[in-house]
T-cell receptor
Framework: TQLLEQSPQFLSIQEGENLTVYCNSS?????LQWYRQEPGEGPVLLVTVVTGGEVKKLKRLTFQFGDARKDSSLHITAAQPGDTGLYLC???????????FGAGTRLFVKA | DAGITQSPRHKVTETGTPVTLRCHQTENHRYMYWYRQDPGHGLRLIHYSYGVKDTDKGEVSDGYSVSRSKTEDFLLTLESATSSQTSVYFC???????????FGPGTRLTVT
């Protein structure tokens, strides 16, 4: 059983559409991170959320941390082909240096 | 981009042979990590290091060993490779707070 469940596992959409992907756990997070991984490369950190109810925006990406700190979502507005990639959520353990990753949502944006 | 290199980038080896993967950083970061990535499992931590000669096990450490004799180098060794160790291996580094990890480009290992 994975500590972090991500959904959907795969998403294929047309350029210009909006989408939301989810990250859920039965445990309370101290903080949660979202990474994006492009084909053939390592993951790159997008954002860290630490406060229940927190919303962070990064251009067309909006990240939300649930009030109970057990879930998070990533919303992309007007998706572009450059958004194609694997989106991973990660749980950062207290003490800082151990991270558990979800299995990811693979997004494909068609031009 | 963080200065992290991995070598080799691709390797095919036979079952039962020893394999060593190298991670090299130029950032002088304290923490280094080895992950494997497999479809449906995301990234799973194999071993990590919190300083020279200081290492600890992650969630999937069986069959793997590591060594860190210098700050900049973290080696992952498969003593006797098995087909279940076919995977993409990523090295990562992080600074004192550990809050952001920077990943290398990965090594694709195939065990036949």
């Amino acid at each position: 059983t994975q500590l972090l469940e991500q959904s959907p596992q795969f998403l294929s959409i047309q350029e210009g559409e909006n989408l939301t992907v989810y990250c859920n756990s039965s445990s309370v997070f101290s903080s949660l991170q979202w990474y994006r991984q492009e084909p053939g490369e390592g993951p790159v950190l997008l954002v860290t959320v630490v406060t229940g109810g927190e919303v962070k925006k990064l251009k067309r990406l909006t990240f939300q941390f649930g009030d109970a700190r057990k879930d998070s979502s990533l919303h992309i507005t007007a998706a572009q082909p450059g958004d194609t990639g694997l989106y991973l959520c990660a749980l950062l353990f207290t003490g800082g240096f151990k991270t558990i990753f979800g299995a990811g949502t693979r997004l494909f944006v068609k031009a | 981009d963080a200065g992290i290199t991995q070598s080799p980038r691709h390797k095919v080896t036979e079952t039962g042979t020893p394999v060593t993967l190298r991670c090299h950083q130029t950032e002088n970061h304290r923490y280094m990590y080895w992950y494997r990535q497999d479809p449906g499992h995301g990234l799973r931590l194999i071993h990590y290091s919190y300083g020279v000669k200081d290492t600890d096990k992650g969630e999937v450490s069986d069959g793997y060993s590591v060594s860190r004799s210098k700050t900049e180098d973290f080696l992952l060794t498969l003593e006797s490779a098995t087909s279940s160790q076919t995977s993409v291996y990523f090295c990562a580094i992080s600074g004192v707070t550990g809050s952001e990890q920077y990943f290398g480009p990965g090594t694709r290992l195939t065990v036949t």
